[in-house]
């Protein structure tokens, strides 16, 4: 079996060993598409030759004892902890469901781990229609997707990006730096980047706001004053899909199904693809990647 690795900075097709039977409660899928995702990147640089890639389309093969919902020739989407860009994968069957016959597959190896995150920091913020919300990268694919939905919901929505993108900047005011008006006006804030905008994200809240912290790029070890968290009231969370409870992980995919996949069918939410390219170009895909596609960065793999 061949699988993609980061190699020296880079991505690279290796050989690798293909995985058993499935385990009770889990599916071997024969991968036809899966993309690149941030985290890659990051286990790229901590691990040599680390097994990457999140999410995945492509076709059951064997079911594992317990499976009852999936069977062999399903085609199929899905998430996984790693391990997704090679030929084939097991996955927990929690984590993975039948693809819809109008969504391409192209598209749907690149589709879940987006519309998954965005539902999900959504459901966790919790706000109310007259409520003004900031997303920090609101033009990454899990922060326009995110913006979608608030906007759906009603709320103001404030996007702070790095790079200003036509195509992604779908918030109702964009910016690549607060401005002072900004200050104290936020009642929730979807901070998609990394920790290290706390303190400014502190300082942009309002009385009682409330603060989702998903993004892990750069240093996860931040300083940081307290007295405005506390003079405040600010609440902080801090999420992740993969260390969720397989419970919960399926209650999250059960919704994406039944309200993210129409609404992705009938264009109230995108998934952009900006390059389709086969497994064996891996490394010009990464560099494409990693230089800021505007899009998902899909490969795919033989019988794609």
Excluded: H
Aim: proline fraction near 7%; hydrophobic fraction near 45%; glycine fraction near 12%.
């Amino acid at each position: 079996m061949k699988r993609v690795a980061i190699v020296d900075g880079g991505a690279r097709l290796i050989e690798a060993r293909a995985p058993g039977d499935p385990p009770p409660g889990g599916v071997l899928v024969r991968v036809r598409f899966a993309a690149f995702n941030g985290l890659d990147s990051l286990r790229g640089r901590t691990t040599p030759e680390a097994v990457i890639g999140l999410e995945f389309s492509g076709t059951v093969v064997r079911a594992g004892p317990g499976v009852a919902a999936l069977a062999p020739g399903d085609e199929v989407m899905g998430l996984v902890p790693a391990g997704a860009l090679a030929e084939y994968v097991v996955a927990p069957s929690s984590t993975v469901i039948r693809r819809p016959a109008w969504l391409d597959p192209g598209t749907a190896g690149g589709a879940l781990q987006m519309l998954t995150i965005g539902w999900d920091a959504v459901d966790q913020l919790e706000p109310g229609a007259d409520q003004t919300v900031l997303v920090r990268g609101a033009n990454t694919m899990i922060g326009a997707c995110a913006v979608e939905l608030l906007r759906e919901r009603g709320c103001r929505v404030l996007g702070i990006v790095r790079t200003r993108r036509a195509e992604l900047d779908r918030a109702d005011e964009t910016v690549t730096e607060a401005p002072p008006e900004w200050r104290g006006s936020v009642d929730r804030l979807f901070e998609c980047v990394g920790p290290g905008f706390l303190s400014e994200d502190l300082d942009l809240l309002r009385e009682a706001g409330r603060l989702l912290l998903l993004g892990g790029m750069g240093e996860s070890a931040v300083t940081l004053d307290a007295l405005p968290l506390m003079q405040k009231r600010l609440r902080i969370v801090g999420t992740t899909f993969n260390s969720r409870p397989e419970a919960d992980k399926q209650r999250i995919i059960a919704a994406v199904e039944r309200e993210m996949l129409p609404r992705l069918r009938r264009g109230a939410v995108a998934v952009p693809v900006a390059t389709v390219q086969p497994a064996s170009a891996a490394a010009e895909a990464f560099e494409r990647f990693q230089a800021g596609a505007g899009g998902k960065v899909v490969l795919a793999f033989a019988g794609g």
